[in-house]
């Protein structure tokens, strides 16, 4: 990507987080609390054609119906401003950032894929649109060690220590059915599986690209152009392709899984 490129793609980002900060501003007003970012913005490996724009809003108290339909139908515009992969946010109360509690109530999610759903009837699925989520356990981890607070103050004062457990059960729950997954999503399980084993055996928090950084170095030399490959493919524009059958995508995560369950 040439310098041009990459600045253009700066300054695409920050309309669209500016956009999602004026919107949080506007609907929730001293409700908010705050408006942080992970994912790969956070890491600094983001890829317009491979990542989507991670973030959670914090309020202090729950949002109305109204502004969960305004909030929804802001995203969507905003969308549209968006890489392919999207937005993927999570509202969540104060509360339950300062006080953790696993799995982690949540009061809206908006991705991909809620939008048909958003579609077909806005005002039920906002009604109906909350719950738990042992994926904010992960979320909340990223954002305490490597997030970015677009509004509101920093993170160490919002969000309080996400205990080990919860969040190694956590992304253990995100690779959990990697055998059947690895097929259809090669780059986003390879790339897991390394950075859930990297937290296994050394306790670090990884992006999945650093992931592949660590499985290169740490796992059985045999896997090293399958994560080589899937980094590679990770931050570029290129499609994960290999001359290879399903077999050794299925050794790759039969054996990654038995490291990281069987510990």
Known sequence: MC???????????????????ATCMDIFSTNLVGIYIHGSLAFGCFNWDKSDIDFIIV??????????????????????????????MSLVLE???????YPTPFELHFSNAHKQKFFEN????????????????????????????????????????????????????????????IVENPIYIILNLCRVLAYIKDDVVLSKQQGAYWGLENIPVKYARLIDKAE?????????????????????????????FER
């Open 3 to 21: 310098v041009k490129e990459l600045k253009s793609l700066e300054l695409q980002i920050q309309k669209v987080l500016e956009q999602i900060k």
């Open 59 to 88: 309020t202090r108290l729950s949002p109305t119906l109204q502004e969960k339909e305004k909030l929804v139908e802001d995203l969507l515009k905003i969308d549209k401003m968006c890489p392919r992969k999207g937005l993927e």
């Open 95 to 101: 509360e339950y950032c300062h006080d953790f509690l």
């Open 122 to 181: 806005l005002s039920e699925y906002c009604a109906h649109m909350n719950g738990t989520d042992k994926d904010l356990a992960a979320h909340f981890t990223i954002i305490k060690q490597s997030g970015i607070a677009l509004y509101g103050e920093k993170a160490d004062g919002v969000f309080g220590d996400v205990p080990k457990a919860n969040y190694l059960d956590s992304i253990k729950h995100d690779i959990e059915n990697a055998v059947v997954e």
């Open 232 to 260: 590679e493919s990770y931050r570029s524009a290129e499609p994960f392709s290999m001359d290879i059958g399903d077999a050794l995508l299925t050794d790759f995560s039969g054996y990654m899984l038995k490291q990281i």
